[in-house]
Structures are given as structure tokens and as C-alpha cells.
């Protein structure tokens, strides 16, 4: 779809990780006139940010690749993190689109008044868009546990999101607070460098024990024969959707799949660690970590060490458990995660008669689709509250949320309107969401999806239905407002 822009119409993006960038090529492919914030130096986000040892795609790395830029030359099927932020970096180069970023730029303040949004960058600057897009991401905000004397710790403390590369792996005692996914990965990754380290877990999460082989020279050049690579295509389609069952309806598959993990923990030879690291819910109620070196072996490894329980408080030299015990330490990270629920804040936005994100946001979570919400209008997000976050590869999710925005946008520009959901149809879509929870693995535990009344906020239905939701634009479900500066 070829839009011809108005020199007056302008978007303001938010943010260059990959759906930032994804929206920056869609832009540029459309003539629109915009230009894109980026808080930091560079573009990546979450892989920029995430440098820690042992970070791998948690997908395939041919499903983690923009759909306009194939990439055939995946050192693995599941690529180290580094590999992701290299890639990206070379699509931001290759596709022309560092031109339009504004690097170093935070956007602070989002006002709508007079059928526009008014932004103000941390700079002090002042800036009018037709449409603002806050790709800013939902993992992005490292949180930090509340535990009394953190910051007494003596040595070098960090969270996973900000390694300290300064700091030599061996000779130290390493502390990894945190049994999640990244907590994980760090572990089993100094572990198998050799390093005294410890890991703090308040509670046992199931891990995917994988295979994660490098590819071979004949995959790659096969991938570069246009049938073969459609081939391909088609083959990791049906897996995604193969891989949606178990998590949203109970049955034989999803029994299975525990049946598998409980296989994973058999490699533990103590029962009582095995027991310890046996989670007491059920699988895919958290996100599940991935590892690629056998953490269950690694854990097995006499440099490693498991303390179970809650942590009473950080002291200087270490950190000392509820019940008494004491880990002396040399250097302490944070696995501790990030603000899930977060999205676009610390930024102000301000929509239809002085409503803010904060109000509207204060009692529950939602959106429309997860690009936008009534009384916000020409405000979308991307990856918002109720994308798929567990069960679609992030950029296919991008993919259906960033073509029907286009879709908008065009209706916002060529008619002169601003366009937001009405409430009614962000009632309806939240109750579609609402019925299919029940059977999803995400309720029944204590999960980071999950708000404060226990409804997770992400994508209960199968994959299908979220780009059957983004095919065609329902017009009874948009307000459309005349945006009177155009005429
Ligand atoms: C450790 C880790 C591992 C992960 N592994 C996987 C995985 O294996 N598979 C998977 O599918 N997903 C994974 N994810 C999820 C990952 O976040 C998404 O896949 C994806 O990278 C999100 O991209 P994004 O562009 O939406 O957000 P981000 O990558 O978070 O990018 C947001 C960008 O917006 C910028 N920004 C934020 N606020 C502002 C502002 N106010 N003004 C200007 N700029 C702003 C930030 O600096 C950042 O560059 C992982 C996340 C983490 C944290």
C-alpha cells in the first residue's frame, strides 16, 4: 500500500528496538513524514540492553527475523543474544533507517489537544505530531528486588540488563539473584566457565532443556534457493501453530509436555535437589527459561551453589538468608527481571479531556488489540497490554499490529480524522480475551504477566486468531474524530 503523505501530516515514533524499527521501514516504505526518539545511542532495545553471558533466543532464530530482511546465516537455531543485536543493527543500516532516528531523545510528555499530540523530549524540546507510536517496549525497565541493605552490598552489584563487562569471571564468588529465565541462562553460563557461583531461587521454575546445534554450511546455502526458503516458511508456520495448543486448552498435549520436563529434572541425581527445583505448578504458568548447556547439570557442578528460600537481607560481604545462612560474596547480580506492566511510562500521555495513561491504567491494564485505547485518539502502541507475549514470535506479532496501524494511519490522514476504539468494542474484545483465560496455562500461579487482580495480560487465543483480529479494519469499532487543523 502506497500512501501518499501530505507535508503535514506527521508521526512521532517512540522508541528504536525492533518494533520501532519495523514501524520506521513501513513508514519509510509509505512517504510518510515522520521521525523517530530513541532514548539510548543505539537501536536494539531489549538486545542491546541484554548482554549478559548465556542469552540466546528463546524461538527459532529464523522466526526472530524481520520479514523484509530473511537472515541465512544463523550461527544457530537459536541464536546468542549478541547475534540478535548484530542483526538488528544491520537492518537499521541496510534498510536506510538511522536517518530517521533521533538518538539520545526521550519522550517525557505526550499531550492531546487540538487533534494533535504535543510531545516534549527530557531536552526540553517541543514537538507536534498528527499520530504518536510508542514503541517502547514491555521489558525494558529493570526492576530491582526490595531487600533491606541492597545498596551496602561492597562489590560490584548490577542488574542482568546492565552487565558490568569490567569484571573478570574467574576469581570471583557471583551471586545471581533470581530464578527466572535470565537468572538461568546467567547461572549455567558461569557455571560451565568454571566460576564459584550462587544462585538465589525463591521459587523452582520448570526449564526447557534443548539442543541448540549450529547450522550447517548446506542449511544455509539451501535456505538461499527461493523454493527451499519458502519452504522453510511454511514448515516454522506450522510449528508456531503446532506450538500454540497446549498452552491455551487443557488435554493430552499439554500432559505431555509436562510428562517431557519432569524427564528434564531426572538428570539431577540428589532427590532432595530435584525436589527443591521441582516447580509446585503447573508448566507454563511462568515464562519458560530456556537452556541450551543443561543447567540441571550445570547446577550439579561443584562450583555451583543453590540456596532455596527467601533472602533476610544484603550485607556488605554477602547476602544472608531468612534462616540465618550467609553466602560471602565478591560480585552480585540482579536477575530480578523488569516492569512488566510498565509500557510507555515514566511518559506523561495525556488524551481527551485531560484523561491520563495513569487514571485510566490505575485500576487494570488494557487496551484495544494492544495498539490503542478509547479516549487516546492517533495514539498507538506496539506490543501493548494484550499482545502476544509467550506464544507468537514477536516479530509476526509486529507484523499483523504494525500493518493494520498502517491501516489507520491511512484512514487518519487521507480522511482528516483522528481515529481511537470506541469503549464498547474495547469491552468486547477485553471479554473475548476474559472467556479464554480459564483454560490457559497462565492462571493458577504467580506470574509476571499477571496484574494485581490475576488476569494476565497477554494473548489467551490461538495465533491464527491474532492475524485474523489485524485482517480488516472494523469501522463500528473506531471513533472517528474530524481533525479540524487539516482542513
Ligand atoms: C532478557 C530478555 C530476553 C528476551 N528474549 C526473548 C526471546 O528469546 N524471544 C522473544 O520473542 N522475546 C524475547 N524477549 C522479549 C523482547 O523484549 C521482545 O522480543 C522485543 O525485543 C521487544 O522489542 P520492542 O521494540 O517492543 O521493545 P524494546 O526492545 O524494549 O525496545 C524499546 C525501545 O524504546 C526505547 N524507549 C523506551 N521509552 C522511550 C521513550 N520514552 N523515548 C524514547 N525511547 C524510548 C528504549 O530505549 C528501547 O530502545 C526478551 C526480553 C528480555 C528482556
Known amino acids: 500500500m502506497k500512501l501518499m503523505a501530505k507535508p503535514e501530516f506527521k508521526v512521532v515514533v517512540a522508541g528504536a528496538g525492533i518494533a520501532g524499527l519495523f514501524m520506521t521501514e513501513k513508514l519509510k516504505r509509505a512517504g510518510i513524514d515522520f521521525t523517530v526518539f530513541e532514548k539510548s545511542d543505539e537501536v536494539g532495545g531489549t538486545w542491546r540492553d541484554n548482554t549478559y553471558p548465556g542469552l540466546f533466543v528463546d524461538v527459532l532464530s529464523r522466526q526472530y527475523e524481520f520479514p523484509f530482511q530473511p537472515n541465512y546465516d544463523w550461527s544457530r537455531k537459536y541464536a546468542p543474544g549478541a547475534e540478535i543485536q548484530t542483526y538488528i543493527k544491520k537492518v537499521a543500516s541496510d534498510r536506510g533507517l538511522r536517518r530517521f532516528i533521533r538518538f539520545k531523545e526521550e519522550i517525557v510528555e505526550a499531550r492531546f489537544a487540538e487533534d494533535r499530540w504535543h510531545l516534549r523530549t527530557a531536552k526540553g524540546e517541543a ?65 560451565w566457565e568454571r566460576c564459584d557461583v550462587t544462585q538465589f531461587i525463591r521459587r523452582a ?28 516458511q511454511r514448515q516454522l508456520w506450522k510449528l508456531i501453530i503446532q506450538a500454540d495448543h497446549w498452552r491455551l486448552k487443557p488435554g493430552p498435549q499439554r500432559d505431555a509436555m509436562e510428562r517431557e520436563y519432569k524427564n528434564y529434572l531426572n538428570a539431577i541425581k540428589d532427590p532432595g535437589l530435584r525436589r527443591k527445583l521441582t516447580p509446585d505448578y503447573h508448566l507454563g504458568c511462568t515464562r519458560i527459561p530456556k537452556s541450551d548447556r543443561n543447567y540441571y547439570e550445570a547446577v550439579q557442578q561443584p562450583n555451583v551453589h543453590l540456596e532455596f528460600g527467601r533472602i533476610a537481607r544484603i550485607l556488605p560481604k ?28 515514566p511518559m506523561t500521555v495525556t488524551g481527551l479531556n485531560g484523561v491520563t495513561i495513569e487514571e485510566v491504567w490505575k485500576t487494570r491494564i488494557y487496551s484495544y488489540g494492544g495498539i490503542a485505547l478509547p479516549q487516546f485518539p492517533n495514539l498507538f502502541m506496539l506490543y501493548g497490554p494484550f499482545s502476544p507475549v509467550n506464544n507468537v514470535p514477536v516479530p509476526l506479532g509486529l507484523e499483523h499490529e504494525i500493518g493494520y496501524i498502517m491501516r489507520l494511519i491511512d484512514i487518519a490522514r487521507r480522511r482528516r480524522v483522528t481515529v481511537a476504539p470506541t469503549a464498547a468494542a474495547t469491552e468486547k474484545f477485553l471479554a473475548r480475551l476474559g472467556s479464554a483465560f480459564p483454560d490457559t496455562v497462565w492462571v493458577g500461579c504467580r506470574n509476571w504477566y499477571s496484574d494485581q487482580q490475576g488476569t494476565p495480560i497477554l494473548w489467551p487465543l490461538p495465533q491464527e486468531a491474532h492475524k485474523v483480529f489485524f485482517a480488516c479494519v472494523d469501522m463500528e469499532d473506531l471513533q472517528l474524530s474530524p481533525a479540524t487543523h487539516m482542513d
Open 318 to 345: 554477602g547476602v544472608e538468608m531468612t534462616d540465618g545462612r550467609f553466602r560471602e560474596l565478591d560480585v552480585l547480580v540482579y536477575a530480578t527481571g523488569f516492569d512488566a506492566h510498565g509500557y510507555m511510562r
Open 205 to 232: 521454575q520448570w526449564v526447557h532443556i534443548r539442543e541448540n546445534p549450529r547450522s550447517t554450511l548446506l542449511e544455509r546455502l539451501l535456505l538461499r534457493l527461493p523454493l527451499a526458503y519458502r519452504l522453510r
Open 127 to 191: 514537538v507536534v505530531a498528527d499520530v504518536f507510536i510508542a514503541a517502547t517496549g514491555f521489558l525494558h525497565k529493570p526492576l530491582y528486588p526490595d531487600i533491606s541493605g541492597r545498596n551496602s552490598f561492597a562489590g560490584p552489584a548490577f542488574h542482568s540488563a546492565r552487565w558490568d563487562h569490567s569484571i573478570p569471571y574467574p576469581g570471583k564468588r557471583w551471586g545471581v539473584i533470581g530464578g527466572g529465565a535470565s537468572g538461568i541462562q546467567i547461572t549455567e553460563a558461569l557455571a
